[in-house]
């Protein structure tokens, strides 16, 4: 199972040289799978590392291919579209875009209202016996949208990319707080963690290191949890972000943690959470850290 993704959201203004340069740090940290999307920086991305796949062709053996598709984004309407047609032609033009015959992965990004199980479940077998997708998953679902569409599917849901951080774990939270009357105990996962964690779904966590609106670590905002990063990074000679990625990685549900960062230097700072396995006691000083209570 991935410890971490490489995201690919962020790509749209570096140049093939730097992608190419980005796609080999990873390789060097032992992190060999890349996530896209079909709207990320509207399909210019996915061309980017396409470009920087053809200058390298051998670097194609060496990574998993991880796109998504379900978001629209045109001038009629924002929505979401997981119907037969939209999967199959997102797809095609994924292909097409990263210049490679097939997709390791695809998930669906978001939960469309008007989803129809069944048409979803044509896309799948389709994709799968034309030999252009090899594995399935979705993003953003809930434990229950995953069992409903899985009703109808051939294929396995392998994974499911939801926001997870420290600073943004309902969650887990949830978990914690079971039939408590405060914010902690609100119901907003819908058992999604559990479920997953039975139905061995690997939960892919994106915004690893995000907060209300921007990265938690370094902000004043958050003093205490920022103190305590800096304590435990320097107990384990490392950095802050990696102590947050292993705060996710003790988990046992085995998340994998989804890196947005394009800076080399950072992909192997953070790589290092790999080998750090925090105490109880540090995973919990860091969850309370934020001014959580256990009940």
Not at 6 to 34: D, H, P, Y
Request: glycine share 6%; charged share 25%.
């Amino acid at each position: 199972m991935d410890k971490f993704i490489q995201g690919c959201m962020r790509i749209k203004n570096m140049s093939v040289a730097e992608v190419r340069t980005l796609i080999e740090s990873n390789l060097s940290a032992g992190i060999n799978t890349f996530d896209h999307a079909d709207i990320y920086g509207e399909g210019e991305c996915e061309i980017l590392f396409g470009k920087a796949l053809k200058e390298d062709p051998s670097l194609r053996d060496k990574i998993v291919l991880q796109t998504k598709c379900g978001i629209v984004k045109d001038l009629s309407c924002h929505r979401y579209d997981n119907s037969t047609n939209y999967i199959i032609d997102s797809v095609h033009k994924s292909l097409n875009r990263l210049r490679v015959d097939k997709i390791d992965r695809l998930l669906i990004h978001r939960p469309d209202a008007l989803m129809n199980p069944d048409e979803v479940a044509k896309a799948f077998d389709r994709l799968y016996s034309e030999g252009v997708v090899d594995r399935f998953g979705v993003s953003n679902f809930s434990g229950n949208q995953i069992a409903l569409l899985s009703s109808s599917l051939r294929q396995k849901i392998e994974f499911n990319q939801i926001r997870l951080s420290i600073a943004h774990c309902p969650a887990i939270e949830n978990g914690v707080n079971f039939n408590r009357y405060n914010d902690g105990g609100i119901n907003r996962d819908f058992g999604t963690l559990e479920y997953c964690r039975m139905n061995k779904i690997q939960i892919q966590c994106y915004s690893p290191y995000k907060g209300k609106k921007k990265s938690f670590i370094g902000d004043y905002r958050y003093p205490k949890l920022n103190k305590l990063l800096k304590e435990l990074a320097f107990k384990y000679e490392a950095q802050p972000n990696a102590i947050a990625a292993a705060w996710l990685l003790k988990h046992p549900a085995e998340f994998a943690v989804i890196n947005g960062t394009t800076k080399p230097d950072r992909v192997a700072q953070i790589a290092k959470a790999e080998n750090i396995n925090l105490t109880r006691s540090e995973w919990y000083e860091l969850y309370l850290a934020l001014g959580r209570k256990l009940p």
